[in-house]
């Protein structure tokens, strides 16, 4: 056994519809074709909440030696300034990171951010494989069929596929009632 692929995925909600599966996704079969895009869609959509296997904390950017501005990696979902830096306030615009504070794209020096990365299907675990899959699945059926009984049992599969995801994300990050900001910063108020 191996790990879902994108083929298996888009194989999973064609059956959900009652289609046959294909072979390969360039198929020509319109049916797979839309699967594969609400694959993708579904995706990008679970992945832009940020999870551990797909974000990375103290991430460094360099500014470009001539414009002086960072251009973000093409797959970035999201961004935020590294929780010890105050001086920045930073957000994404147009593919670069923009400073809030200073009003401006340009930077003196590297950065460090905490970033969401868009992974392709494959590089991801697979429990978040087949969350997204079953997600797909049930959107691709709304879409095609919408039937309400058969939307009632995909939803109750995706639904426990969520829970298994929470469960190994909380299990991966190891989380604590300590390592949240805020938790931090009512620990060590000053009074």
Do not use: C
């Not at 790990?3 to 999973?12: C, G, I, Q, R, Y």
């Not at 694959?39 to 797909?54: D, M, P, T």
């Not at 494989?129 to 709304?142: E, G, K, N, P």
């Amino acid at each position: 056994m191996t790990p879902t692929s994108k083929l298996e995925a888009v194989n999973v909600m064609l059956s959900s519809i009652g289609e046959a599966p294909v072979n390969s996704l360039s198929s020509g079969l319109l049916d797979a074709e839309l699967a594969e895009t609400i694959l993708n869609n579904a995706n990008r959509e679970v992945q832009s909440k940020g999870w551990h296997f797909n974000t990375e904390n103290g991430y460094p950017l360099t500014p470009d030696n001539v414009t002086k501005q960072i251009a973000l990696p093409t797959n970035t979902l999201g961004v935020d300034g590294d929780v010890q830096s105050t001086q920045l306030d930073i957000a994404q615009r147009s593919g670069k990171l923009y400073n809030r504070v200073g009003h401006t794209f340009t930077f003196d020096n590297a950065v460090k951010v905490t970033i969401i990365l868009l992974l392709d299907f494959e590089d991801i675990p697979e429990v978040a494989r087949r969350y997204i899959a079953l997600r797909a699945a049930r959107v691709f059926q709304d879409r095609t069929i919408g039937s309400s009984e058969l939307h009632g049992f995909q939803q109750r599969d995706e639904m426990e596929a969520k829970l298994e995801l929470d469960e190994q994300e909380n299990r991966d990050a190891d989380y604590n009632i300590f390592n949240g900001v805020d938790t931090y910063s009512i620990i060590n108020r000053r009074g």
